[in-house]
């Protein structure tokens, strides 16, 4: 089993990760990537004060041709630090610098050196070469500075020329120190940070999760205490709301499964009952041994074994291991000779059942499982029908689908109790209820199988008006 760990040290080192790669882009952008960044920086900004020289010069009049090369030498200069001289073959074929700040590196530059990168530069392919080196501080020895000289080949109708850019890239060893010990400071507070927001975030955000959680604990018993200090943001909010919900569902399934003991075994006590006093009596007066009371026995043991029956089949249906074994058959048969079974009802205890059936309503379904159903309607009408004793059974078709209807005429459901009576443990008030040999799980078994079916089905019911149960099919395919 994985191994886990607290929340609130999810979010101490969540927050340590991201502190550490904070630091980690701060130290490698300002400290490893300072050098070569403010070099490339520098070359960038050489080259574009050399396209700035060249385009003066191509664009300058003849006569004012030195004043526009004087002005950008000396705004480039103030303005970058760089250096620059721009040089003409004259009539000897000797290179002359025409214009360019005598003070700079580039005016103290020997002549056999200038011309060695002029001739780089004319056997380059873009007619320009760059170098950058190293060299002696001279203000310190132990200090290497690098130096960038980018020369650059201009033509015009005078003949060739070259304009040569100098820069220097100032030692940054100082300011990585400075960097250094600023990163160390900014470690140590960052650090301190985090420690602080992980205590006010597990407080905001763990520690109401392990009270709720606490308090969850005692789910099981249908209980939970929502503690309003835990609503500190939405979804701790939710998660109560959920769990009082939970608690709630709880209390109530809980006694559904006490009333459907007590139903079952209420239910199961009756048939027992008989069968032993029944039994019993034969023992002991032997002249009562006759047909009348063996049939007693024999009818509760049907009871009884309905009753188990049905509980037997709930418990597979809610656990799916009961297949369907659906085929083409005559709903309208099938119903037929279903009420034949309930004809003992209308003999023996004076019930009225009509039935308005379809000439005829093919359908694909599992027979048995759809008989099951209609007989746990009639069972269900039966025993709510009251001093009626009336029953009607309906059969439609209409379009592609058939319809089947029961209705009993008896003290019917309140509106607020219609969505409960599908489910597994509920059961209405037996008041008017006949001792019949009524499970009391019918509609939850109904409901199951109705749903493996994919069938529509229903109730309508008003109080002191009955009750009308129906589900619906859609036709089969007939060749």
């Known amino acids: 089993m994985k191994k886990t760990v607290s929340l609130k040290w999810k979010i101490g080192k969540y927050l340590l990760t991201f502190g550490i790669l904070v630091i980690g882009m701060i130290f490698l952008f300002q400290i490893v990537l300072l050098r070569p960044m403010y070099e490339k920086s520098r070359i960038a900004s050489v080259k574009r004060i050399s396209d700035s020289v060249v385009d003066r010069i191509y664009s300058a009049e003849a006569d004012d041709e030195e004043d526009y090369l004087e002005d950008i030498i000396y705004d480039s200069q103030n303005e970058t630090g760089t250096c620059v001289r721009v040089w003409k073959r004259d009539s000897q ?20 050196e200038r011309d060695r990168y002029i001739l780089k530069a004319m056997e380059s392919e873009d007619g320009a070469y760059l170098t950058a080196q190293s060299m002696k501080s001279f203000m310190d020895e132990n200090e290497t500075a690098r130096e960038i000289i980018y020369t650059r080949i201009i033509e015009d109708d005078e003949g060739i020329g070259a304009v040569m850019v100098y820069a220097s890239i100032s030692p940054v060893d100082a300011t990585v120190q400075t960097l250094t010990y600023q990163m160390l400071i900014i470690s140590v507070l960052l650090a301190i940070a985090i420690v602080i927001l992980t205590m006010a975030m597990n407080r905001q955000i763990a520690r109401p999760l392990a009270v709720i959680n606490e308090k969850a604990k005692k789910l099981p018993e249908g209980t939970y205490e929502e503690d309003e200090k835990t609503n500190r943001y939405t979804e701790a909010q939710e998660l109560n709301q959920t769990l009082a919900k939970a608690a709630e569902d709880i209390m109530k399934a809980d006694k559904a499964k006490r009333d459907l003991i007590s139903n079952v075994s209420h239910d199961l006590r009756t048939p027992l009952t008989m069968i032993s006093g029944y039994g019993e009596m034969m023992i002991d007066l032997p002249e009562e041994k006759t047909d009348e009371n063996i049939q007693v026995i024999i009818d509760e043991s049907k009871r009884l074994n309905t009753l188990v029956n ?51 309503a093919m359908i694909r379904a599992d027979e048995a499982r759809v008989a099951q159903v209609f007989n746990n309607f009639m069972t269900n009408a039966i025993n709510y029908c009251g001093e009626t004793r009336k029953i009607v059974v309906t059969e439609t078709v209409n379009g592609d689908t058939v319809r089947v209807e029961v209705r009993d005429y008896g003290e019917g459901i309140e509106e607020k109790d219609l969505p409960k009576i599908w489910d597994r443990y509920y059961k209405i008030d037996k008041t008017h209820v006949r001792s019949t040999s009524g499970s009391g799980i019918g509609l939850a078994i109904v409901k199951e199988i109705l749903d493996l079916h994919h069938a529509k089905y229903g109730v309508s019911s008003k109080p002191h008006e009955g009750s009308t149960f129906w589900f619906e099919f859609k036709l089969a395919e007939t060749a």
Do not use: W
């Open 93 to 112: 074929e000797q290179m002359s610098a025409v214009s360019g700040n005598m003070g700079c590196f580039l005016y103290r530059m020997r002549p056999e």
């Open 310 to 360: 049905d509980l037997l089949d709930l418990s597979k249906l809610q656990e799916n291991k009961i297949e369907l074994h659906p085929e083409v058959f005559d709903l309208t048969s099938m119903i037929k000779g279903q009420l034949k079974k309930y004809e003992v009802y209308q003999y023996r205890d004076g019930y009225e059942i009509q039935s308005d059936l379809a000439p005829q």
